[in-house]
């Protein structure tokens, strides 16, 4: 990252106006989000010569808590952190949206700055764009007074303006990605539901042995015939069922759960199989195998795992729907890895359905484009979008086969 040459400043050695706004454009445009707020806090103290300077974004409106985005302490940052505003001097700069300058005597009037030792405080509102409402602050705090410092301090206000732009991009994109979590998580919720029925089934097996074989360790115990190999193999026999029902629950909970995506190495092949033993039960009431056909050696991809699992799940449940009429021995989904290139990892799943019309070719995507009576026309819309997030593609291939066939792009992962 860029950095500011200055050092410590006395106002004799401080670069000229151009010169200023150049450094300071050079330190923090290629930044964002919190590099940016890092490169903007410890430039600006640098530019106006204080010790301390830092930015802040209001927690609740009207404001009565303030988080701190970065903290330059003159050698270094210090961890950010999370502070009321009633009696510190931020308290006008945000209340009455105006900048405000205490030129001296800051510890004797707001006691709770004792700490740092400071004399005098300058702080800068954050105002947002639409309503002008104060979003944050700029603050600097010196154990000295404060330069005078025209230049600098019309910097810092002009860089307020851009932290402001900034900080509401950060929230425009927290909200695009909340989102498109909860998109997630219904199509998920969808997916599952798909297979609910079976899935309840599958939970039923290894309760009902669990239930059996305490009925048995009972039995044994009132008969007084309890022989104690086969107590403690039928004690064995319900802790292994219990771990299972376990771990069914245990994984259906995790695909469940409301969690932000974690991109990391991912190991194609396994979320395949996750995928497809999630997707197993309800394959086998409706009369469909699944044949995976997974190459051998791929490195990994950089995803999230459970969202991988999530668009097979889909794409599997659109084509168990798709050879709902298809004879029984048509009826098979092959879900197929392989290294497209050298950057990408495609899974592919193909059906031997009816296959994609001109129509549906056309509006796959679309979101509530479905031709099922009870179809949301959620699932690919929603699948493409968490795969284009995550840096992936997703796309119906065209003319292949009797059935329809989806592929799932994931980039390589390089470690
Ligand atoms: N494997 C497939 N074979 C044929 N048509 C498909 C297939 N997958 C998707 N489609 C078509 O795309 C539409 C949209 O799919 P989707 O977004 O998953 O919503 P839904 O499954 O709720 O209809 C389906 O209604 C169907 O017409
Ligand atoms: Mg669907």
Same mark, same amino acid.
């Given at each position: ?30 930044? =964002? ?18 010790? +301390? ?10 404001? @009565? ?6 903290? #330059? $302490? ?8 999370? +502070? ?17 300058? +205490?030129?001296?005597? %800051? ?13 005098? +405080? ?15 602050? *700029? ?13 600098? #301090? ?14 509401? &991009? ?9 989102? *498109?979590?909860?998109? /997630? ?12 029925? $079976? ?7 290894? *309760? ?6 305490? &009925? ?17 193999? $039928? ?8 771990e299972r029902a376990g771990a069914i %629950?245990r994984n259906?909970?995790?695909?469940? /759960? ?14 395949? !199989? ?8 309800? $394959?086998?009431?409706?009369?469909? &195998? ?25 794409? %599997? ?19 197929? =890895? ?5 950057? =990408?990892?495609?899974?592919? %799943? ?10 549906? !070719?056309?509006? *796959?995507?679309?979101?509530?484009? @479905? ?37 799932? /792009? ?6």
């Amino acid at each position: 990252m860029a950095e500011l040459g200055t050092g410590h400043t006395e106002s004799g050695s401080m670069p000229r106006g151009e010169e200023l706004l150049r450094l300071m454009v050079e330190a923090t445009s290629p930044t =964002t989000g919190e590099e940016f707020f890092h490169a903007l806090v410890r430039n600006l103290a640098r530019i106006i010569g204080v010790k +301390y300077a830092f930015i802040t974004e209001c927690l609740d409106q009207p404001p @009565t808590r303030l988080r701190m985005l970065a903290f #330059w $302490a003159g050698d270094g940052f210090r961890d950010p952190r999370e +502070y009321e505003l009633r009696a510190t001097p931020c308290e006008a700069v945000i209340n009455e949206a105006r900048e405000c300058h +205490y030129p001296a005597r %800051v510890s004797e009037l707001f006691p709770k700055e004792q700490a740092l030792g400071v004399d005098s +405080y300058r702080g800068i509102p954050i105002l947002g764009s639409r309503d002008h409402r104060v979003i944050g602050h *700029l603050a600097f705090l010196d154990p000295r007074r404060m330069p005078e410092h025209d230049i600098g #301090w019309a910097l810092a206000r002009v860089f307020a303006v851009r932290a402001g732009a900034e900080l509401e &991009r950060l929230h425009a994109e927290e909200r695009a990605r909340s989102h *498109l979590e909860q998109l /997630a998580r219904l199509s998920r919720a969808t997916a599952l539901g798909a297979m609910g029925a $079976a899935l309840a089934h599958e939970l039923n097996q290894p *309760l009902s042995s669990l239930a059996n074989y305490a &009925r048995a360790c009972r039995r044994m115990l009132a008969d007084g015939r309890a022989d104690s190999t086969d107590v403690r193999e $039928a004690l064995e026999r319900i802790a292994v069922n219990a771990e299972r029902a376990g771990a069914i %629950v245990r994984n259906l909970r995790e695909f469940l /759960a409301r969690r932000a995506p974690e991109r990391r190495a991912v190991a194609v092949n396994d979320a395949v !199989r996750d995928a497809a033993r999630i997707a197993a039960p309800g $394959a086998r009431e409706a009369r469909v &195998r699944l044949r995976l056909m997974l190459e051998e050696g791929l490195p990994p991809v950089l995803a999230d795992g459970v969202q991988v699992q999530q668009v097979v799940l889909n794409l %599997v449940a659109n084509g168990m729907d798709a050879m709902r009429d298809a004879a029984p021995s048509r009826r098979e989904i092959a879900i197929t =890895t392989a290294r497209r290139d050298a950057a =990408t990892i495609a899974i592919t %799943v193909r059906d031997q359905g009816p296959g994609l019309n001109e129509e549906a !070719r056309r509006r *796959l995507f679309e979101p509530f484009f @479905t031709t099922k009576k009870s179809g949301l026309g959620m699932g690919l819309c929603i699948c493409k979008s968490i795969a284009e997030a995550g840096g992936g593609r997703l796309e119906a291939l065209e003319g292949e086969g009797p059935g329809a066939a989806f592929c799932l /792009a994931l980039p390589v992962f390089h470690g």
